[in-house]
């Protein structure tokens, strides 16, 4: 059962605990700072249920069949762009699904600046959604409300990072016409442990409240984004992406979830509809789609996809383009995130250093970095995290 899958497995998507008609299910946060179902022995009827939506299980998306159409573009909004992480896609397709009737769902923060997925139906709402925030969005139970709308007949337009779709796909287990997916390119999610340190230290560092956070300010630029912090007393923290403590530790790869770093979920051409990602390098391949606002990669993978990529494109700038112009065959969008040597090391540490003291870690000697290359050659990769049993 669920007890014999690795954590390595297990993208902590919910669709198990969601599944399970006795709910001896909840997702637990383990010591690392990951969500994992936890089964009530004792009220399990043994139905295997929890088994058979597990998309990890499934493992259905992985035929790489290159098709679709892929485009470089943004939105001719300037102000959607400034409250958007790439080119604004997202607000776009959005509001062309609301205007649809549809019911749109997707990552929002709570008031303790966790994320959580959500489903809003009005155009000012989409606000709430727009904006990557860099932790593991949890889905509560959106999958069980949008199969209950599907079935009544309600159009739902669904956001989140490709295991996210895989898991409401897994969930669902048919296909709805009145469904349409979007999934965002995701290199990993970071632990929320991690996360939960940096909020505390940066409220104890300004002695108040935080009021409001954007991990992708644009006022220095796309290429330059910053981490925007503003504090109930009015102070603010905007730190140069690079030089923040978090975004160092996240872009390190040293404090994924261990899935991440073993992604079943890598096949942009067909985990969803639409799929989203920032142009990165736009300015070498297609320098007329740059002017530092943000430009966004987006795969239109089916019919669906194009009933509200199609008007929605009438309000972007954009240009079609194919994979290897935008991608290397080794980019990350395709292959799995690479594992720091240190990060079994952060998580023994995490409950006693700062994260200043943590961020040491992420510099490795090259003398280090060979060894590890060479056992995980050696042993085939079978080392550091993910080995455990959920
Ligand atoms: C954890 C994470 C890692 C990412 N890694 C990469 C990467 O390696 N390469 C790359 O090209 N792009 C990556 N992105 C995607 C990128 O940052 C943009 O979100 C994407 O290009 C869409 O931009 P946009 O301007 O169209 O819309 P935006 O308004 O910026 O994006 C909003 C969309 O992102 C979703 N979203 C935001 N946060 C989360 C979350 N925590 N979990 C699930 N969904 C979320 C919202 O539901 C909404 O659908 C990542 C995003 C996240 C959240």
New binding site residues.
């Given amino acids: 059962m669920l007890d014999n899958i690795l954590k390595e497995d297990c993208c902590g998507c919910s669709a198990c605990a969601q599944a399970c008609p006795n709910s001896c299910i909840n997702m637990i946060l383990d010591e690392e700072g990951f969500w994992y179902p936890k089964i009530d022995k004792k009220n399990c009827i043994n139905c295997k249920k929890c088994e058979n939506v597990c998309p990890t299980k499934k493992n259905s998306i992985n035929n790489n069949e290159r098709k679709g159409t892929v485009y470089i573009s943004y939105a001719l909004d300037d102000g959607i ?1 400034l ?9 776009l397709i ?1 509001e062309e699904a609301i205007n649809n009737s549809m019911i749109v ?4 923060f709570d008031s303790l600046f966790e ?1 959580h ?1 959500i489903a809003v139906d009005k155009i000012e709402d989409i606000r709430q ?9 949890r889905i509560d139970d959106a999958y069980t409300d949008i199969k209950k709308k599907l079935k009544n007949g309600k159009k739902v337009l669904f ?3 490709p295991c ?1 779709v895989a898991g409401l796909k897994s969930f669902l287990q048919q296909d709805y016409e009145h469904l349409i997916t ?1 999934g ?6 970071p632990s929320l442990k991690i996360w939960r340190k940096y909020i505390e230290e940066q409220k104890q560092n300004f002695k108040s409240e935080i009021q409001e956070i954007s991990f ?1 300010n644009k006022q220095n630029g796309w290429k330059s984004y910053s981490v925007y912090i503003k504090f109930c007393d009015g102070s603010v923290y905007n730190c140069f992406f690079a030089d923040d403590l978090f975004m160092q530790l996240f872009l390190s790869n040293i404090c994924l979830r261990p899935s991440c770093y073993n992604c079943h979920f890598k096949d942009v051409w067909n985990m969803a509809d639409i799929v ?5 390098g736009v300015e070498n391949h297609s320098p007329e789609m740059d002017d530092n606002k ?1 430009t ?2 987006v795969f239109v993978n089916s019919t669906k996809g194009e009933t509200l990529w199609k008007p929605a494109s009438s309000k972007m700038a954009l240009k079609i383009t194919n994979f290897n112009e935008v991608f290397s065959e080794t980019s ?2 395709i292959k799995s995130a690479w594992r720091h040597p240190n990060r079994r090391r952060l998580f023994k540490l995490i409950e006693n250093r700062d994260l200043k003291q943590l961020k040491l870690l992420i510099t490795v000697s090259p003398i280090k970095r060979f060894l590890y290359k060479l056992i995980k050659i050696v042993f085939r990769d079978n080392n550091e995290c993910g080995n455990d049993n959920i």
């Fill in positions: 762009r409250q958007s992480s790439s080119g604004g896609m997202f607000r959005a769902y997707g990552a929002a994320v997925h959604l727009q904006g990557s925030k860099y932790i593991q969005s956001a989140g990072t996210q979007i965002i390119l995701c290199h990993g999610v992708r989203l990602g920032d142009c990165w943000g966004s990669v990350e969008v």
